[in-house]
């Protein structure tokens, strides 16, 4: 039989791609479900059993939680990447990480094609097929559900005349969960006008009294939470994602452009990606010099827009994570963060590579490395071309 790699999350569409492939195609079908960050064990098990039950071949669950932060969300943070100084990329960059995990599966299992359940109106078929073509050129991409245009009832009748036993109820709102944050969607999120109501967000408001975190960074990276160190960056992000998420906060609705050229809304909560990126930034502007936040600022930019549009594996992106990198020397020190309801707010840093130290003078009150007289010819000076160009302009007329 011919072999195809199934990207599976138990879902209505994946679990009709199974049973189409298998029946009404005759592939050995072998499941995957790559896990950024947005499953317990238990749901791991649980898929794992929908997977065999619905006539799989072998299923397999792979862990990319460390690789995802290595690969991808160390630079998310060390750009400060906010898509449309909103969202923090919660979704589309983690499918890349699905995506080259999917990928090297195929290669594992030896299979002549590979299989996902996206349909022809979003984001995800995109990030999906291109990394295929890269990786696995040659492979037989298909996707049942964008090339038969299905709608949610005809897959319901089909899985039913299977004989295949799910909860067929379509939720009020879809959620993706993964550990730089979840999106959520609903018909709130269809039009341009609309913010999700309160029990629509995954993690509801149960703290209420304002408290400090301090959260410890070396060379950019987050590895401590108050008194709290960390083995890996993933540990601190989703400890302060507990004490973040209870007060609500990284809640917002992302408008952007989709790669295949429409406008769409989509809801997210990111706490723990959001305070960080915010402190991260604070302790930046302390620590480094303009232009290297100003070449930050469109480098980073750039990286975000591009890996969201699916093109991880352009080799500019090799040569933008190479700049940030270098730029985190220095981006080493103490951030503090006071939360509440709704709400942050970033008080303070410290770090011993502050340019703000006042042994160099206080903004504003005094200086200790110039003189008045040194202003006097440095003001003279760097106006000098401006002042020829109005001088010969006015004497032009």
Known sequence: MKKVVLGFSGGLDTSYCVKYLTEEKGYEVHS?????GGFTEEELVEIEKRAYNLGVKSHKAVNTVHSY????????????????????????????????????????????AVAHGSTGAGNDQVRFDMIFHIMIPGVEIITPIRDLKLSREEEISYLKGKGVQMNFEKAAY???????????????TLNS??????????????????????????????TGVNDKTFSHPTEAIQYLQTLAGPFALGRDIHVGDTIIGIKGRVGFEAAAPVVIIKAHHALEKHV????????????SQFYGNWLHEGQIMDPVMRDIEAYLQNSQQHVTGDVFVTLQPYRFQVTGIESVYDLMSSKFGKYGEMNNGWSGEDVRGFSKIFGNQTMIWHQVSESAK
């Not at 499918?95 to 599966?105: G, L, W």
């Open 288 to 299: 480094l010099t303009k232009w290297q936040l100003s070449w930050k600022d469109q480098l």
């Open 69 to 112: 932060y290595d690969n991808v969300i160390k630079y998310l943070v060390f750009g400060n990447v906010l898509k449309n100084n909103t969202y923090p990329l919660s979704v589309s960059a983690e499918r890349m990480s699905q995506a080259i995990a999917i990928a090297e599966h195929v290669k594992e299992v030896g299979a002549t």
């Open 193 to 222: 006008n609309g913010f999700l109501p309160e029990e629509a967000w995954p993690t509801q408001l149960s703290r209420t009294d304002a408290e400090q975190v301090k959260l410890h960074f070396e060379k950019g990276e987050l």
């Open 174 to 188: 879809s959620i993706n969960k993964g550990i730089w944050g979840t999106s959520v969607g609903g018909k709130e």
């Open 32 to 36: 995957v479900i790559v896990n950024t």
